[in-house]
């Protein structure tokens, strides 16, 4: 019996373990999003996003809803969006000379103000968001990598 708890713990971690899945859980971390919505926002093709949602489905880490003709997702419990904090904490901690860390530092320790993705219009702050770039002497915040992709190629970054 006690093995077997170690071995539900593995395979939980085993469906975490994609930075796709992962940036999915962020991106459904305060609300639910339709299939459409999340293969717009992290620029995945259909068959590629299927399988990341069902392998999270078959984890129960999330959990979906049919309207209509569109499923949405949402995250099944609040806990795996704490242990996903904790998680991005433990990295800040164990990477302190990290330029990287001075990025995750930034987004844990800015609440507020809230702002919107500039291309799919999400309401984010920079604690949730998951990229963001300086732009003509702006801050911009995004929700996921497609989102953060598309503002690039308007405004010809690289």
């Not at 170690?6 to 994609?18: G, P, S, T, W």
Request: include cysteine; proline fraction near 4%; aromatic fraction near 6%.
């Amino acid at each position: 019996m006690y093995q077997q708890v170690f071995d539900l713990h593995a395979e939980l971690l085993k469906a975490l373990a994609h930075p796709k899945r992962l940036e999915i859980i962020h991106l459904l971390r305060d609300q639910s999003l339709s299939v459409s919505q999340i293969q717009n926002m992290l620029d995945l093709p259909q068959a590629n996003l299927s399988q990341h949602l069902q392998i999270l489905r078959q984890a129960k880490v999330l959990g979906c809803n049919k309207q209509g003709k569109q499923i949405y997702y949402h995250v099944s419990h609040t806990n795996f969006i704490k242990a996903c904090d904790l998680l991005r904490e433990f990295l800040i901690e164990t990477s302190p000379d990290s330029a990287l860390c001075d990025e995750l530092k930034l987004k844990m320790s800015q609440l507020v103000p809230i702002t919107t993705d500039p291309v799919c219009g999400m309401r984010i702050s920079p604690k949730t968001a998951s990229f963001s770039i300086s732009h003509k002497d702006q801050q911009y915040f995004f929700c996921a990598s497609g989102c953060l992709r598309d503002f690039k190629i308007k405004n010809h970054l690289k």
